[in-house]
């Protein structure tokens, strides 16, 4: 639209008709967009301007003709004005679209009180415009528009309770500053990123009610700045070569950054404002003691002093008694002398000091200080606080800290990390509760009594000492402690906590602990199996269920009272002797689990001990030396799961209870890998355990066949009846060289098997199952299979990798399997890629059949190729 229409329309809508809007207006609901309206909206979508957006479409609408004669609804004056007045400038503009009423309604002078045209490109009429429709505003943005200074003349002189104005971005007259002097009802003015004045001269600034001024990163020969009422004034970052202030009331100062400022002005400025509370002159670098003594003096009432970044001050002589708040930050010549002077200040309550690197100490008696921050201080060695108040200190890259002294009553959490040179650390603070001292490397074992209960942290609950090389015992005796943390604290060699309320413990990295004493201590779970030269062990943990001693070679002597431990893990702890698991069982009679997998000391007398754990059900005694089971059988009446892998010195003769005698009737899984029993047993033991339901027998080298009817019970006394309420649903035979053939016909019963493995098994030719709810069956690495036949209606999953059996028999053998849907004939040798198509012929259940890569076919019918890898962990 031309400038001039719009104009035109902007005045016919000053002209409308105010009679014509009643006290209930109707809402039109129109059912077709007119063609007015059509256009409207197309120019508005063209336009890629904020401002036409936001001038353009509420002038356009508000100047606009409606038909009355749509749909209409029912809204009040009140209600609109309350939805309105919860939207920004943009949604009122488009809700000016919609109709008169609302039009109207959005026009209202309450939601337009605060104009913001920041960054648009608003021309000086559209501006005018807006000044006459809105005369009342309060709030005003120029910032950042093309003829900032003209439009803040206007702003000044047009809008007559303006109270806050921003501008700034392009170059400010002197004349708006004189025009500034006229807004009575001015309260805060914003300048930023100006030019201020045409030629370099002295720009006045005066006026009697404004409260706030902010001139920043702004560019000026000479500022005078006479507010009487001024109470807070910013000159931050902007080029001044003087400033001379006439504010008697102003209590904020911030000249930070003001580099082309010299120490005289510095001080001429702010000792003329004796009410100061708050001064900011960081990076004032020409700043000096004496001007700070000045300053100190004038401005009594000083609260906050931000004085970082001056190079030439000590602090010295100087004395502020009403000062909260101090920075300090890297001041090159703060030494130990300051602190001196600072301790004058009783008040004080924040300081900071990071990068002050002349001061080797820093000893302060301030009762009000509640916050300290040290930070890169290279030669600071000591520190003493005594503030009841203080709640946060920071101590970082200190790397010369050797003592620290900390009292209050405050302090509920403290971090010293990495400050390698630590040696000695005295707390008094009796709301400590988190206490970090990871990476200090020096610390000594006095560290220890200042956490325990006659030290001065009586409430602590989290201590860590990660990484503290020099520590070598660690004695804690603590009421109040719950979480301890010793990770890589590798010279520790004796650990003694009596800590009745800790709940977790993290010994990570402690491989040379020999000794270790738990009580009394809360812990549910204890994993000791990262500490493999632990030779003495105490524990009493009233509530622990799970505990763990792997690989405790050098374990000799264990003392374990834990009431509720249902788990143990001793594992390779081959010193473990018999006269320890009695003590164990008396001890821990829940247990209901217990491993104790090459413990090769322990014997009968040990084992016979197992009688006092009425709810033990899992049983580990792999790769011992064990040679009678009578004591097992007889203790452990309710053992559900036993293994014997790899027990060596177990004769035929030792399962016989088993499968003669009825023992263990509870017993659903064994493992008796790799171990030498002959096949007359192992026979038996298929045909009488009919309670088992998993069954491992990998790497048996005495194993030959598996073609017994074992449901016949010719090989034994027990009847053939039985035979129908055989359990078993695992069986696993991986790695049996000498097995040739297996053989499971239906008289064998074996109704409930799902899952027969026997993978590498080199020598196996014949496989006939009838087994009716198979499957898995994995027959991968057979290499000499030549015989395959499946009466498995259930059979899901078949592995045949690296077998060496030619298409035709692998079509016979599936033939028969309705429910297969993945198999595996990688490296095959004799299965080609044509056949997979005859593969799904015979067998149209399949949905994955895996060959190797340069055979896989994609027959339409593979919904997703997995990987052996993960069907042989799923299975």
Same mark, same amino acid.
């Given at each position: ?31 077709? =967009? ?21 001038c ?9 003709? !409606?038909d ?134 002295e ?8 409260h ?27 080029d001044?070569? &003087?400033?001379?202030?006439?504010c ?16 005289a ?7 003329s ?58 001041c090159?010549?703060?030494?130990? =002398?300051?602190m ?7 008040? &004080?309550?924040?300081?900071e ?11 302060l ?48 959490r ?40 006659v ?20 004695r804690?005796?603590n ?13 520790v ?54 505990? !763990? ?9 264990s ?23 009695? =003590? ?36 580990? &005694? ?40 009825g ?38 080298v ?6 017994? !009817? ?60 009838a ?11 057979c ?22 059996? !030619? ?23 004799k ?15 399949l ?9 896989l ?8 190729v ?10």
């Amino acid at each position: 639209m031309e400038e001039g229409e719009l104009k035109r329309v902007w005045s016919s809508t000053d002209a409308e008709d105010d009679d014509t809007y009643h006290k209930r207006p109707k809402l039109e609901c129109p059912a077709s =967009a007119s063609s007015d309206s059509s256009s409207m909206e197309e120019r508005t979508v063209a336009s890629s301007s904020r401002t036409h957006m936001f001038c353009h479409n509420f002038i356009l609408n508000h100047g606009r003709k !409606d038909d009355d004669s749509q749909v209409r609804f029912d809204l009040t004056d009140d209600v609109l004005h309350v939805v309105f007045s919860f939207l920004k400038h943009v949604d009122l503009c488009r809700s000016a679209m919609v109709c008169r009423q609302w039009r109207v309604a959005s026009a209202h002078e309450d939601f337009w009180r605060v104009l913001t045209f920041k960054n648009m490109s608003i021309s000086i009429d559209q501006f005018e415009n807006m000044c006459r429709r809105y005369p009342n505003a309060t709030r005003v943005n120029v910032y950042g528009v093309p003829a900032v200074n003209a439009l803040a003349m206007k702003a000044a002189t047009s809008f007559r309770n303006l109270e806050i104005l921003t501008i700034g971005n392009g170059q400010i007259s002197e004349n708006f500053f004189q025009i500034l002097g006229e807004c009575n009802s001015l309260r805060s003015v914003t300048i930023s990123d100006a030019i201020l004045g045409s030629v370099p001269q002295e720009i006045h600034l005066s006026h009697d009610r404004l409260h706030k001024l902010k001139i920043r990163k702004c560019s000026a020969l000479r500022l005078s700045i006479r507010c009487p009422q001024l109470r807070s004034l910013s000159l931050k970052r902007s080029d001044m070569v &003087l400033a001379m202030l006439n504010c008697p009331l102003l209590q904020h100062l911030d000249i930070a950054s003001c580099h082309k400022l010299q120490d005289a002005d510095i001080r001429s400025a702010v000792t003329s404002c004796p009410q100061l509370e708050s001064l900011d002159v960081s990076n004032s670098s020409c700043l000096g003691n004496e001007t700070l003594r000045e300053i100190a003096q004038a401005c009594a009432a000083l609260h906050i002093l931000n004085a970082s970044h001056c190079s030439n001050i000590s602090f010295e002589s100087v004395h502020l008694p009403m000062l909260t708040v101090l920075k300090l930050r890297s001041c090159e010549r703060i030494t130990s =002398a300051s602190m001196t002077w600072i301790a004058n200040s009783p008040a &004080l309550e924040v300081l900071e000091l990071d990068n002050c690197n002349m001061f080797t100490s820093v000893a302060l008696h301030l009762s009000c200080l509640q916050s300290l921050i040290l930070l890169n201080c290279r030669k600071f060695v000591e520190l003493n606080l005594q503030s009841t108040m203080l709640s946060s200190i920071t101590v970082a890259n200190c790397l010369a800290l050797r003592r620290v002294t900390i009292t209050s009553n405050a302090l509920r959490r403290l971090a010293l990390k990495k400050q390698e040179n630590l040696t000695a650390l005295v707390l008094q603070c009796q709301s400590l509760q988190e206490m970090d001292l990871s990476g200090c490397k020096s610390l000594s074992n006095t560290v220890c009594e200042s956490f325990s209960d006659v030290g001065g942290c009586p409430l602590l609950k989290s201590l860590i000492l990660d990484n503290c090389e020099s520590l070598t015992e660690v004695r804690f005796c603590n009421s109040s402690l719950s979480s301890l943390s010793l990770v890589g604290c590798r010279a520790v060699t004796s650990l003694a906590l009596k800590c009745p309320r800790l709940e977790q413990i993290c010994l990570d990295g402690c491989d040379n602990l020999e000794t270790a004493f738990f009580k009394p201590v809360a812990l549910r779970s204890l994993n000791l199996g990262i500490c493999p030269k632990l030779s003495v062990l105490s524990i009493e943990a009233p509530y622990m269920v799970s505990l !763990d001693l792997k690989c405790f070679g050098g374990l000799s002597e264990s003392s374990i009272i834990c009431p509720l431990l249902t788990s143990l893990d001793a594992s390779f702890c081959g010193q473990l002797r018999d006269d320890c698991l009695p =003590a164990i069982t008396a001890s821990c009679p829940l247990i209901e689990s217990l491993v104790l997998m090459s413990c090769s000391s322990i014997g009968s007398v040990g084992f016979s001990s197992l009688k006092g754990l009425q709810n033990l059900s899992v049983l580990d &005694l792999s790769y011992t030396c064990l040679m009678n089971l009578e004591p097992i059988f007889k203790s452990c009446i309710q053992l559900k799961v036993l293994k014997l892998q790899a027990c060596k010195d177990l004769t035929d003769s030792s399962l016989e209870p088993l499968y003669k005698e009825g023992a263990l009737p509870a017993l659903e899984e064994l493992d008796l890998s790799y171990g030498t029993l002959c096949q007359t047993t192992i026979d038996d033991l298929l045909a009488c355990c009919t309670h088992l339901t998993h069954l491992s027998l990998n790497g048996c080298v005495n194993m030959h066949d598996l073609e017994h !009817d074992w449901g016949s019970g010719e090989s034994n006394q027990e009847p053939a009846e039985t035979s129908t309420n055989r359990l078993l649903q695992n069986l696993s035979c991986v790695g049996c060289p000498n097995i040739r053939k297996v053989l499971i016909p239906p008289a064998a019963r074996f109704n409930h098997l799902s899952s027969l493995n026997l993978s590498l098994c080199v020598n196996l030719k014949e496989v006939d199952l009838a087994c009716s709810n198979l499957v898995l069956l994995n027959l991968s690495n057979c290499c000499s299979l030549e015989v395959l036949k499946l009466g498995c209606p259930r059979l899901s999953t078949l592995f045949l990798q690296s077998c060496k059996m !030619d298409e035709a028999r692998v079509e016979a053998a599936i033939s028969g399997c309705g429910s297969l849907e993945t198999l595996d004939l990688r490296f095959c040798p004799k299965i080609s890629s044509v056949s997979m198509v005859r593969l799904q012929t015979v067998c149209p259940s399949l949905k994955r059949v895996f060959s190797s890569p340069n055979l896989l076919q994609d027959q339409g019918f593979a919904s997703n190729v997995l990987l052996y890898t993960t069907l042989s962990r799923l299975y």
